[in-house]
């Protein structure tokens, strides 16, 4: 009879407040990450081409990339989102909820992602390049078909682990505002002493992250 | 002259690499370099198609100065210069298929003309049954095919070798090396061969040039820089290999009967009571030089193993040449040939 209530008691907080905040989480995750991957190809594509070995070596080019992407880095999450709330309400209209917290989440996670998939890039053998090279491969031409597409794995791995990262990212801009799970475990969970919800959504976060951690895995062996 | 390289010099940083290197390569040659590691080969290897860049002097490859290139320029060059690495440089995600094909599709050919230049060269280098195979399936000397396939797909002039042999054992190199003989020979293409292996010098080139602190030691025909093993040799191999120099010494090639094996040089030196040494394997240095089996002894025992091998009758070509008898080979076939079985029973 009581595990009839609980059950209960626990279906109507997950029905109405859990479940849709799962959806919010996968949004801002899946919309952030694709963003993220977008620029942060774009970024290590060039500092790949002008590194110090890289391509057509550029030392006032990398450095100036090297700067920008060091500097975004070293912002803690949270502090980005909070600093750079004006900035998001020009851009989505809005500094709170799940498409306000698209802007900052993708603004730390590109640098985050450059940085795996330049250091991706750098990992393929220097003799292969020379190789494209000797016979009349274009800068881009090697980066794309011959850096990229041996690199794949890495690439797949790295963003799987930056994924995971960037899930308990899209949690902590809960506090801030942003809704999903991360806000459903602080404001419904763990301000209103309501224990299911609390744990309740730390399991759905951990059952999220394996399910990640599985995909990536199983997208690297399909790869590599 | 397919290259012509003048007062190259070339330094990274404050390190020397190339100081004032002079070299000619023949049109439709095979071209050894050899040295020691950091004497400069694979950087001047690397000048040849423009991935290193030098500081000074004139290098024409095919007709084109190959500073004077835009970039653009470059990449349509490249295009007429194969080459091939010591680790293969393939991509290891893409098929055999794939790999050879990636030239062709980076210059944008058809998918039809790709196709069927693939397996034609595929065919050539001997492993058109490997198309769908990954690098990873494949054995050295097949990768190093793939490689080669992949260098020739642009119907290169000239094909570039990096150590192309150093990464696999003698008897794989041996098949690279005869695959590579047979490109030079069918297709014309020059080959400049960059090793540090005698047997693939002596073997493959017929002229090479050793260097030696940026500059080229010394250079000629393979064979006579074998015989004449000037300083610039010796220190390539090392002294324990090269012949005593106390002892003024002899090299001749013995014309060996078929049915004489290896064994006659180890009888000889017993009954003959001095040392050979075989200078190589079975000769295959060049068209014009004499097949058989180079060997040294002491020059003071001369006597003896000309009326040894006079005995046997083995014929011996002198390759110093200024003294000794000689026998042209023509006149050693007629003879051989008429006493066949005389020599076989002697010489067994």
């Known amino acids: 009879m009581h595990s009839t209530s609980y059950s209960a008691y626990w279906w109507k907080y997950f029905e109405g407040i859990i479940a849709p905040s799962i959806g919010a989480t996968l949004r801002m995750l899946s919309t952030s990450m694709a963003l993220s991957f977008v620029f942060g190809f774009i970024l290590a594509y060039f500092l790949v081409l002008y590194g110090p070995h890289g391509l057509r070596p550029n030392r006032s080019k990398y450095k100036v990339l090297d700067f920008i992407v060091n500097s975004i880095r070293s912002f803690p999450i949270i502090i980005l989102i909070v600093a750079l709330s004006p900035v998001t309400r020009i851009i989505v209209g809005t500094s709170i909820g799940e498409k306000a917290a698209i802007v900052p989440l993708t603004l730390a996670a590109t640098p985050f992602m450059a940085r795996i998939i330049e250091n991706s890039l750098k990992g393929v053998d220097k003799q292969l390049i020379e190789a494209a090279r000797s016979f009349g491969a274009s800068d881009f031409q090697i980066i794309m078909k011959v850096m990229v597409k041996e690199s794949v794995p890495m690439i797949v791995a790295g963003t799987t682990l930056s994924t995971i990262?960037?899930?308990?990212?899209?949690?902590?801009?809960?506090?801030?505002?942003?809704?999903?799970?991360?806000?459903?475990?602080?404001?419904?969970?763990?301000?209103?002493?309501?224990?299911?919800?609390l744990y309740t959504s730390v399991l759905l976060l951990f059952f999220m992250v394996l399910i990640i951690q599985w995909a990536g895995d199983w997208l690297y062996k399909k790869t590599v | 002259m397919m290259i012509r390289a003048h007062n190259i010099v070339k330094s990274f940083g404050d390190t020397p690499v190339l100081c004032d290197l002079d070299l000619d390569i023949r049109r439709g040659g095979i071209y050894g370099l050899a040295g020691r590691s950091g004497a400069g080969k694979s950087t001047l290897l690397r000048c040849i198609n423009g991935l290193e860049s030098y500081d000074n002097g004139s290098l024409i490859v095919d007709g084109v100065d190959v500073r004077t290139l835009s970039r653009k320029d470059m990449m349509a060059f490249r295009k007429r210069i194969g080459m091939i690495f010591q680790h293969f440089s393939?991509?290891?995600?893409?098929?055999?298929?794939?790999?050879?094909?990636?030239?062709?599709?980076?210059?944008?050919?058809?998918?039809?003309?790709?196709?069927?230049?693939?397996?034609?060269?595929?065919?050539?280098?001997?492993?058109?049954?490997?198309?769908?195979?990954?690098?990873?399936?494949?054995?050295?000397?097949?990768?190093?095919?793939?490689?080669?396939?992949?260098?020739?797909?642009?119907?290169?002039?000239?094909?570039?070798?990096?150590?192309?042999?150093?990464?696999?054992?003698?008897?794989?190199?041996?098949?690279?090396?005869?695959?590579?003989?047979?490109?030079?020979?069918?297709?014309?293409?020059?080959?400049?061969?960059?090793?540090?292996?005698?047997?693939?010098?002596?073997?493959?080139?017929?002229?090479?040039?050793?260097?030696?602190?940026?500059?080229?030691?010394?250079?000629?025909?393979?064979?006579?820089?074998?015989?004449?093993?000037?300083?610039?040799?010796?220190?390539?191999?090392?002294?324990?290999?090269?012949?005593?120099?106390?002892?003024?010494?002899?090299?001749?090639?013995?014309?060996?009967?078929?049915?004489?094996?290896?064994?006659?040089?180890?009888?000889?030196?017993?009954?003959?009571?001095?040392?050979?040494?075989?200078?190589?394997?079975?000769?295959?240095?060049?068209?014009?030089?004499?097949?058989?089996?180079?060997?040294?002894?002491?020059?003071?025992?001369?006597?003896?193993?000309?009326?040894?091998?006079?005995?046997?009758?083995?014929?011996?070509?002198?390759?110093?040449?200024?003294?000794?008898?000689?026998?042209?080979?023509?006149?050693?076939?007629?003879?051989?040939?008429?006493?066949?079985?005389?020599?076989?029973?002697?010489?067994?």
């Not at chain 2, 094909?101 to 397996?119: E, H, N, T």
């Not at chain 2, 695959?179 to 293409?189: P, S, T, V």
């Not at chain 2, 290999?241 to 000889?268: H, I, N, Q, Y």
């Open chain 2, 90 to 348: 393939l991509l290891e995600r893409l098929t055999v298929y794939d790999n050879v094909a990636l030239p062709l599709r980076c210059w944008k050919y058809k998918s039809g003309f790709i196709d069927r230049k693939v397996r034609e060269l595929l065919e050539i280098v001997g492993i058109p049954e490997k198309v769908r195979q990954k690098p990873r399936e494949l054995s050295g000397g097949q990768k190093q095919r793939v490689a080669i396939a992949r260098a020739l797909s642009m119907d290169p002039h000239i094909l570039l070798c990096d150590e192309a042999t150093s990464a696999l054992d003698p008897k794989t190199s041996q098949a690279i090396i005869n695959l590579l003989i047979e490109i030079n020979k069918q297709m014309g293409i020059t080959i400049v061969f960059v090793t540090h292996q005698m047997s693939v010098l002596r073997g493959l080139c017929r002229e090479i040039a050793i260097l030696e602190n940026g500059k080229v030691a010394v250079s000629g025909m393979v064979e006579e820089i074998f015989r004449q093993q000037p300083a610039a040799l010796r220190n390539l191999i090392g002294d324990d290999f090269a012949m005593p120099s106390e002892e003024p010494a002899k090299m001749v090639v013995l014309v060996l009967p078929d049915t004489v094996t290896g064994s006659f040089v180890s009888r000889m030196a017993v009954e003959l009571g001095i040392d050979f040494t075989i200078e190589g394997e079975t000769s295959t240095f060049s068209t014009d030089a004499v097949p058989g089996l180079p060997v040294s002894f002491p020059e003071k025992a001369r006597h003896d193993v000309e009326d040894y091998l006079g005995r046997h009758n083995v014929a011996w070509k002198d390759i110093n040449g200024h003294d000794g008898r000689l026998e042209p080979i023509e006149t050693y076939r007629e003879r051989y040939n008429a006493q066949m079985p005389v020599t076989q029973s002697e010489a067994v």
């Open chain 1, 165 to 197: 990262t960037f899930l308990s990212a899209t949690t902590m801009a809960g506090a801030v505002g942003a809704g999903g799970i991360g806000a459903v475990a602080l404001n419904y969970g763990y301000q209103s002493f309501n224990n299911t919800v």
